[in-house]
């Protein structure tokens, strides 16, 4: 009986936690580990035990969601990982607890409950189609991460017969691209200038007037807009609905870097970002003795800027949600193997992005995008979105080919989905749009 008290009471989390702690091995052996669920709760990670006593973890939805839910051998990934000391403490109830440790049989460990849908994750899994890339959604105003998708992606369920390969893949399989994947922006990025633009020009931002003439030189540096598109007479949220390159590098070779840099600063780009789940860092990288044409590169997203997809969700998460992030999060709840609630997450403010005047400024160049701008297959739907695309080039060699990228949100005035999705290598520059309509399609319809 000692141990019950002595796993509850005296250990603590922290140490227990690591997934190299010997000390969860013996857990491990009176405890069968419990399951991971959906919001819905359909399963996703279950234990099955054979009749001889032994167990094999099972994950139904196979690859669909092999990097958020992750797998439990070989150290532990994903949630398996994050969710590792409350899949294998047992908060049944008491005597029955007491009774099966009589008798030499295992408790059984804890639900995680996470916030994930399985049939937004399914639609975002197969919407990406053979593409590699990633797709996360998120509620703005909880901080709920609904899916998160990777590809290429992995057979969970026979992680230890494959690891080798795994390991040593080239395309990093493992990776979760979603969270840890680095990207130039592209021109989602066109977002982070505009509200530098305006934190610089307060009173007469609203009265900038660019004529594009379908490319920008300055010295011998030249720069197209996309298919050399003529823009013509433009102010900033034309410049932004039509996504013009020669407008925005016409703003970049004029803001102050240091304001820049704190404005992405702000943003969380360069920061250990909350959630969860692993994370990589993003980067801004731009000096003040950087040449012309890098100023020119940065504003329209292809300098050596480096973000991930979960970075522009963020971002855009706070814009969708009036200037503010709240704590992203995927373990909504702990319940005992009954249902009976151990413990809940709520909801949380994280931190200030921006002011909700910014907030809402660009909410409105957002949302002309999909009115008259590059994302206007969105408009004319049941519900309303508003959002930026990008295309981000990431070889000088193939330049037929580039990585599709797209950050918005739905229901404008009370935002409810905020997505970020990018499809490396398409073939299409508005590919990751189409992606995000199936996404939105599958939730409204
Ligand atoms: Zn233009």
């Known amino acids: 009986m000692g141990y019950i008290g002595y796993f509850t009471v005296v250990t603590s989390q922290d140490i227990i936690k690591s997934p190299y702690n010997p000390r969860l091995d013996s857990m491990a052996d009176r405890v069968v580990r419990g399951k991971i669920l959906d919001r819905e709760g359909n399963v996703l990670a279950e234990t099955e035990v054979a009749e001889d006593g032994s167990e094999y973890r099972y994950y139904p939805y196979g690859e669909i969601f092999a990097h958020v839910v992750g ?3 070989q150290g532990k990934s994903g949630l398996e990982s994050t969710g590792n000391f409350e899949l294998l403490t047992s908060n049944a109830f008491i005597l029955e607890k007491l009774k099966r440790e009589f008798q ?3 408790n059984i460990g804890d639900n995680v409950v996470t916030t994930l849908d399985v049939n937004l994750q399914t639609t975002a899994y197969h919407a990406l189609g053979d593409n590699k890339g990633a797709v996360i959604v998120m509620e703005p105003s909880t901080g709920k991460i609904l899916t998160m998708v990777s590809k290429p992606s ?3 369920n026979s992680v230890i017969e494959n690891w080798d390969w795994l390991n040593s893949d080239p395309e990093s399989i493992l990776l979760n691209r979603a969270s840890q994947g680095m990207y130039a922006p592209g021109s989602t990025f066109k977002i982070v200038t505009a509200l530098e633009y305006m934190r610089e020009h307060p009173e007469d ?6 004529e594009c003439a ?4 300055y010295e011998d540096t030249v720069i ?3 298919g050399h598109n003529v823009h013509g007479t433009e102010d900033l949220a034309g410049s932004f609905a039509n996504s013009c390159n020669a407008s925005f590098c016409n703003i970049g070779m004029n803001l102050d870097v240091s304001g820049y840099q704190s404005t992405a600063e702000e943003l969380l780009i360069g920061s250990k970002l909350p959630g969860d789940f692993a994370t990589g860092k993003s980067s801004f990288r731009l000096e003040k003795t950087d040449s012309m044409a890098d100023k020119m590169m940065t504003a329209m997203g292809q300098g050596k800027t480096q973000v991930s997809p979960y970075q522009m ?3 855009t998460a706070s814009i969708a949600n009036g200037g503010y992030l709240m704590r992203p999060y995927l373990i909504d709840s702990v319940t005992n193997y009954t249902g009976t609630i151990v413990s809940e997450t709520t909801p949380e403010k994280y931190a200030d992005l921006m002011t909700l005047d910014e907030s809402a400024q660009l909410k409105a160049y957002m949302s002309d995008v999909v009115n ?3 994302a206007s297959v969105l408009s004319g739907q049941s519900y309303t979105a508003a959002g930026k695309t990008g295309t981000a080039e990431y070889s000088m060699e193939s330049s037929d080919k580039n990585h599709s990228w797209f950050v918005g949100f739905t229901n404008i005035d009370n935002p409810e989905l905020v997505i970020s999705v990018i499809v490396e290598e398409s073939d299409g520059g508005r590919k990751a749009v189409d992606v995000a309509k199936e996404v939105f399609d599958s939730y409204y319809y």
């Open 313 to 315: 969700a963020l971002i």
């Open 214 to 217: 379908g490319e920008i030189s």
């Open 154 to 156: 992995f057979e969970p």
């Open 71 to 73: 797998y439990s051998v």
């Open 104 to 106: 030499d049989e295992k």
């Open 205 to 210: 931002y609203s009265a900038y007037m660019y």
């Open 224 to 226: 197209p807009c996309a």
């Open 372 to 374: 008259y701008g590059t």
